[in-house]
Each structure stands twice: as structure tokens, then as C-alpha cells.
Antibody, heavy 116, light 107 residues
Framework: DVQLVESGGGLVQPGGSLRLSCEVSGFTFSRSWMSWVRQAPGKGLEWVANIQQDGIEKYHVDSVKGRFTISRDNAKSSLYLQMNSLRVEDTGVYYC?????????WGQGTLVTVSS | EIVLTQSPATLSLSPGEAATLSCRASQSVGNYLAWYQQKPGQAPRLVIYDASNRATGIPARFSGSGSGTDFTLTISSLEPEDFGVYYCQHRYNWPQTFGQGTKVEIK
């Protein structure tokens, strides 16, 4: 059974930091591109970042560049999103997903709330 | 950045009817377009990848077509479980982007 389990979300003040994790099982993590996608309350989906299998190639949406960093640990089958200088507009559910020809496996999401 | 525009915003249909959803790209994305279904409180689910390929477990009533800038998702005969919000998304270049979604609701 494929499982992607996100953790690390919570309430944080503007300017604060969080580190999201996504623990994967059921497929060969080290051979897979991985993504983070977020969804603000009541809004649509927004791609946040992607990382190649070996962790060298990384891409981030402009609105998070310089603040968020995607990374992975293939030995632990885990994906991460380090989020610094958080803003109110970063509030939402953050999903990790495997990215093949499409994002075929998704986690259940973790809620990040940025508020004072 | 490639902008994906979906239409209509809302589609009100009855079970058994056909649904036609459109996604238009601001520039060519080749066939690198996917469709996702999302229900309230759930993660998105991949329906179609690379414009016309059904994802694993997706029923044959779902079909995708198009290339370049114009794409269509067709549901031939709506089942109750097909209602939800559908998003298109390209992977032609960075940043990947999603359309704003089409809500398929019960009439």
C-alpha cells in the first residue's frame, strides 16, 4: 500500500519558521520526483516546489523563493519543506505528492496557519 | 509563467448526463497536461495525465483530449461519485501551474 504522511504543520506567527515532513512508503522513493502543493482555505491548488530523485535539481514557485527550501533524505524515504519568513498568505493545507507524468500519489495534507 | 484558464467555473448536471470541461493554456504545453479531481476535505486525485491517458483505477467514462493550448476532459455519463472540483495542471516548464478549477455539482 502506498502511503505519504505529512507532518509538521501548525500555528505560527508571521516571520516564523516551520519544517514540514512527508514520510513515504509503498514505492521506490529514491527513483521518484517529488512535489509540494498547497491550497489556501477555500481556494485552488498551487504548486510550491519540486525536487529531482538525487536532490540536486530543485524548483520553487517565485512567491516562496528565498524563503522555502525543498529537500529529501532518500535513506529515510522522506521529503521536507523548510519554510522561513512565513507570511499570512502562506496559510493553507500543504500536500506532498509523487510527480511522475502526473502527481499520482498524494498525502492527506498538513495545515499551516500563519497568524498573529 | 503559463496561465491555465478553465471553463466553465461551475457545471450543474444530473447523474447520467455528459460533462465537458475545458482548459486553455496561455502558450503551448504540448501534451504535458493533467487533470485532477478533488472532493471536499480530500487530497486531489489524478484522473488524466499527458492529456489523454487515464490514471490507474480511473473508469473508462473519463477521457481527455487536446494538445498545444486547448484541452478537454469529458465524463461520458456522470455518476454520483464524480461530483467535485476538477483542476488542470501543466508540467511543460517551471513553474508548473494549475487552473482555477471547475466545480461539477449536482443539478
Amino acid at each position: 500500500d502506498v502511503q505519504l504522511v505529512e507532518s509538521g504543520g501548525g500555528l505560527v506567527q508571521p516571520g516564523g519558521s516551520l519544517r514540514l515532513s512527508c514520510e513515504v512508503s509503498g514505492f521506490t522513493f529514491s527513483r521518484s520526483w517529488m512535489s509540494w502543493v498547497r491550497q489556501a482555505p477555500g481556494k485552488g491548488l498551487e504548486w510550491v516546489a519540486n525536487i529531482q530523485q538525487d536532490g540536486i535539481e530543485k524548483y520553487h514557485v517565485d512567491s516562496v523563493k528565498g524563503r522555502f527550501t525543498i529537500s529529501r533524505d532518500n535513506a529515510k524515504s522522506s521529503l521536507y519543506l523548510q519554510m522561513n519568513s512565513l507570511r499570512v498568505e502562506d496559510t493553507g493545507v500543504y500536500y506532498c505528492a509523487r510527480d511522475q507524468e502526473g502527481k499520482d500519489y498524494w498525502g492527506q495534507g498538513t495545515l499551516v496557519t500563519v497568524s498573529s | 509563467e503559463i496561465v491555465l484558464t478553465q471553463s466553465p467555473a461551475t457545471l450543474s448536471l444530473s447523474p447520467g448526463e455528459a460533462a465537458t470541461l475545458s482548459c486553455r493554456a496561455s502558450q503551448s504545453v504540448g501534451n504535458y497536461l493533467a487533470w485532477y479531481q478533488q472532493k471536499p476535505g480530500q487530497a486531489p486525485r489524478l484522473v488524466i495525465y499527458d492529456a489523454s491517458n487515464r490514471a490507474t483505477g480511473i473508469p473508462a467514462r473519463f477521457s481527455g483530449s487536446g494538445s498545444g493550448t486547448d484541452f478537454t476532459l469529458t465524463i461520458s455519463s456522470l455518476e454520483p461519485e464524480d461530483f467535485g472540483v476538477y483542476y488542470c495542471q501543466h508540467r511543460y516548464n517551471w513553474p508548473q501551474t494549475f487552473g482555477q478549477g471547475t466545480k461539477v455539482e449536482i443539478k
